[in-house]
């Protein structure tokens, strides 16, 4: 499949701070391709160079094999955008909201008409087209902001959050849409969330970014291979290395180490965890340095997460060693970038 | 380009708060303020505020220099009539011609002008009518009126002295012609001889004054100057600045809403944009003065008041309407460029804008106040707006009259759009 976006080390700053840091990646032609991140991550920054709101500070891209700073029109052309807000005119009626939007692409005419009622079609709005938009539910407002990235026909589909706000029902019309769009009419689409479930159920591959980076990139199902059969993240009063080492050597347990946040600083020769070899330049998410003594959180990979479970408890009730907390995460991408970055999705 | 113009005219078309503000408010606000305040300065009621300690300034163009009337007629204007009337000379003495002098007045460097025609003492001792031109550009009422009473008093007195000269000199003639003649008679003769120049005096005086225009004499009369003819422009200037907000609001809330970014990730180029944002303001503009100059011409006649007439140069008045929404619109983007937040928009803008239109005579005239106001409000773009407005529709001049306003208005659009083009923010 050729590459329908090769992004080229993106670069964004504002002053001292780096939003999105020499971001690189590939789309190919009729893929649904993921931006997974927490917000803040430089999601939204990334998009907006590529649709060509921003100007990058470095780097470049290219879209249907135009550059993205040297032939932005024809870029532009190929891009649809579907931000993150409802981007609409809430006095106008979703007609004349996609009307316009078609208009601002060269649109006219019957051309125009048959695109608008295309794309109202598409999002199940045809029969209230002619009511201002601000009478409307969000969930329906969600669906026009879509339309209103399509009108044009882009090859190459943005939607940024698209269900942010939304209530289940809508929200599945919108996975449906997207499916749709992308499975009838060979759409490309790039498709960022902080939501997991999303990004499994839709995409094809996925980069997952974080503070401006992509810390992995591959299919899901070689992303989720990273983690084996699972993550537990256990919370003892203390635990010494000797502790650490004879949980890494339980049967189900494939790695065992402090959680980053906890743990000293990582030195450039740690034994890192095990990795995927997708996951790239991905910070450790557990040190083997010398634990702290006092209250840790204690990250293990499992080859089986129940199975290791029951180990892990009977070694520590063997012990006589109390735990707080336990947390089991199921190999999942929300999994996936707790270990990569030490963090959860959503916090 | 037009698709946002034309989108943008669809939303406002639609926002009741908007259109109120831009054509009612304005229309209400002028009715009111005319109607409460009576300001119907034709009787002169709007004029001469604190002049009359001092005496009015009467430049003279004198083309009658050797003549001993048309001296007599200077000094008598500032004896009798208390003017300062003199002479209009440069800095060296040197008297100005009439061109010179129509020039001064039509630079506004003088109010008024009395033009004295060559010949003037000849035909006067001739016994021939004479005509003297008084040249206003002045809108203040009292003072001109008073400047006119002024010089139809000298030159009556004038008239009428040399015509008495004149039935004594017609009785010496019937003395000596007659060798018979009987002194005794004399004054039983010359008494209905004198009255019967007096009456001639009345129907057919000597020396008539005649109101003459600064430029394009010839295109009809000048209106009189009344409170809707200084209100009305005035006002219309106020609220025509007052939309500059239309333009920032609509692009703060296209930020706001995320448009902006649909718009920017468009083929559409960030200039056209921005000129996209701009036409619905101009248009605006354009009906805003198409509706008060409507109200004025018919509904405040309606109302008791004189109606507004729009002079007698129109093109003149189009190419200065224009110029007004030009440096109203271009004044929008600079205040969506430098406006953070809605409260800068819509209050301190306002606020701002208030300010200008006062200090550049949309509310008072400024040649009612001082000449030290008159000297801040030119910093203003409203003064030459009202300016202009004045000139064409009050003063009754044309094209030439205002180009100065024209050219600093258009001055300051390319200022505004400059300013507002390098400090916009687009991402």
Request: proline share 5%; aromatic share 6%.
């Amino acid at each position: 499949m050729p590459a329908i976006l090769e992004a080229d080390h993106l670069v964004k700053t504002y002053g001292n701070h780096v939003a999105v840091d020499g971001v690189s990646f590939a789309v190919e032609e009729g893929e649904v391709f993921g931006l997974l991140g927490p917000n803040g991550a430089g999601k939204t920054t990334t998009i907006s160079m590529l649709t060509g709101v921003l100007e990058p500070t470095s780097g470049t891209a290219r879209i249907g094999g135009h550059d993205i700073l040297a032939e932005a029109t024809e870029v532009k052309r190929i891009n649809g955008l579907v931000p993150q807000d409802l981007a609409l005119y809430p006095t106008l009626s979703a007609r004349a909201n996609l009307q316009f939007f078609g208009r601002i692409y060269g649109l006219r005419g019957k051309a125009l008409r048959e695109r608008v009622d295309d794309v109202l079609e598409i999002v199940a709005l045809a029969d209230r087209a002619d009511e201002a938009i601000e009478k409307y539910s969000g969930g329906m407002k969600r669906r026009v902001n879509i339309a209103a990235g399509l009108v044009h026909q882009p090859r190459l589909l943005f939607l940024d959050e698209p269900t942010v706000g939304v209530d289940p029902q809508s929200r599945n019309h919108i996975f449906e849409s997207v499916q749709r769009l992308n499975r009838d009419r060979r759409m490309s689409i790039i498709y960022t969330s902080h939501y997991m479930e999303e990004v499994e159920l839709l995409c094809n591959r996925v980069a997952i970014v974080d503070q401006g980076r992509i810390i992995a990139l591959d299919t899901i199902r070689n992303l989720i291979a990273i983690l084996g059969g699972g993550v537990i993240q256990i919370g003892l009063g203390q635990c010494g290395d000797e502790m650490l080492a004879a949980i890494r050597a339980l049967p189900a347990v494939v790695n065992a180490g402090l959680v980053a946040s906890q743990a000293p600083a990582a030195r450039p020769d740690d034994e890192a965890p095990a990795e995927h070899p997708a996951a790239g330049a991905a910070a450790p998410a557990a040190s083997t340095e010398p634990p702290p003594a006092g209250p840790v959180l204690v990250k293990i990979e499992t080859r089986r997460s129940q199975d290791a479970l029951v180990q892990v408890i009977g070694y520590l009730n063997e012990r006589d060693v109390a735990f707080t907390s336990i947390e089991i995460f199921e190999p999942n991408l929300e999994s996936v970038f707790l270990h990569l970055t030490g963090k959860k999705l959503r916090e | 380009m037009l698709s946002i113009a034309w989108k943008d005219l669809l939303i406002l078309a639609k926002d009741r708060n908007a259109l109120v503000g831009a054509f009612l408010l304005p229309i209400v606000f002028i009715v009111v303020y005319l109607g409460v305040a009576g300001a119907a300065t034709g009787g002169g009621s709007g004029g001469g505020g604190g002049g009359e300690a001092e005496r009015v300034p009467l430049p003279v163009v004198n083309l009658d220099p050797d003549g001993t009337t048309a001296t007599t007629l200077i000094d008598g204007l500032s004896t009798q009539g208390g003017l300062d009337a003199s002479v209009y000379a440069a800095a060296d003495g040197r008297p100005y011609s009439e061109a010179e002098a129509m020039a001064k007045l039509e630079a506004k460097e003088i109010q008024r002008l009395l033009i004295i025609p060559a010949g003037f003492t000849a035909d006067l001792e001739a016994g021939e009518p004479v005509s003297i031109r008084i040249v206003n550009t002045s809108l203040d009422p009292g003072q001109s009126g008073a400047v006119m009473m002024a010089i139809e008093g000298v030159t009556r007195d004038m008239s009428l002295e040399r015509q008495i000269v004149a039935s004594l000199e017609r009785l010496a003639e019937m003395q000596q012609a007659n060798a018979s003649f009987d002194p005794a008679t004399s004054a039983e003769l010359a008494i209905p001889i004198a009255r019967r120049q007096f009456e001639e005096s009345r129907g057919r005086p000597l020396v008539t004054v005649v109101q003459g225009q600064p430029s394009a004499p010839e295109q009809g009369d000048q209106p009189q100057v009344t409170g809707v003819q200084i209100g009305v422009p005035g006002f219309a200037v106020l609220f025509i600045f007052l939309t500059a907000q239309i333009t920032a609001r609509s692009i703060y809330d296209e930020k706001k809403m995320g448009t902006f970014r649909r718009l920017l990730a468009s083929p559409l180029g960030k200039w056209p944009m921005l000129v996209g944002k701009l036409i619905p303001n101009f248009v605006i503009v354009l009906l805003q003065v198409v509706i008060l100059f409507a109200a004025g011409m018919f509904l405040l006649p309606l109302m008791g008041l004189p109606a507004l007439s729009l002079g007698s140069d129109i093109p003149a008045l189009v190419l200065l309407v224009l110029a007004v929404a030009l440096c109203c619109t271009t004044l929008g983007i600079l205040i969506a460029a430098v406006a953070r937040t809605e409260a800068q928009i819509g209050g301190i803008s306002a606020l701002v804008l208030w300010v200008l239109a006062f200090l550049g005579g949309s509310f008072i005239p400024l040649f009612l106040i001082n000449e030290s106001m008159a000297t801040i409000g030119q910093v203003t773009p409203h003064y030459w707006a009202v300016t202009g407005f004045y000139d064409l529709l009050t003063r009754g001049q044309g094209l030439t009259a205002i180009l100065d306003s024209i050219l600093v208005l258009v001055g300051f659009s390319v200022v505004f759009f400059l300013i507002g083009a390098w400090r916009f923010e687009f991402e």
